[in-house]
């Protein structure tokens, strides 16, 4: 709920964060899926966040899950054939849909490797694909140098 981070604004919005995403949806976006779209990703992040922090998820955020998850997704097709086999551009639900079904198999599968950044100004939940399984921070692009950056000055001190 940070009117900073917000990045979908309008339909366009969403329409263009799609579209950097899933290639084959075919860019028509309307209020409706907007609206659903906020929900699911509110769902997403209530989820996460609880399940980093290893609470127990909300009802309420499974139900919509879940509820995304059990529409049609995108169907997986092979390139090259001379005929089309169902719709050429997938829908704006469908992708929800397959976002949903890999929420559901992180919370699922590998729960455990959610965390939450250790930096103290960022809070954001990632997804931990080191070997080790401890890594601890979101980027270290961004807060992990910063945390080795105030680290080395303070011993410098």
């Known amino acids: 709920d940070n009117p900073e981070w917000e990045h979908l604004r309008g339909v366009d919005d ?9 290639e084959d949806v075919d860019g028509t976006v309307s209020e409706g899926d907007l609206r659903d779209a906020i929900a699911l990703r509110g769902a997403i992040a209530g989820a996460v966040a609880s399940a980093s922090r290893g609470a127990e998820v909300a009802p309420e955020a499974i139900d919509v899950i879940n509820l995304f998850a059990a529409t049609p997704d995108i169907p997986p097709s092979l390139g090259g ?14 992708a929800m849909s397959e976002l949903a079904r890999e929420t559901v198999a992180v919370l699922a599968i590998h729960r455990d490797r959610l965390r939450v950044c250790d930096a103290q100004d960022c809070g954001l939940v990632f997804y931990d694909e080191s070997r080790s399984n401890n890594r601890r921070w979101c980027s270290m692009q961004r807060c992990g140098n910063r945390a080795k950056v105030r680290a080395h000055r303070a011993k410098l001190a």
């Open 14 to 22: 969403l329409a263009a964060w799609l579209h950097e995403r899933f």
């Open 81 to 94: 054939g001379s005929r089309q086999a169902g719709r050429a551009r997938a829908r704006v639900g469908q």
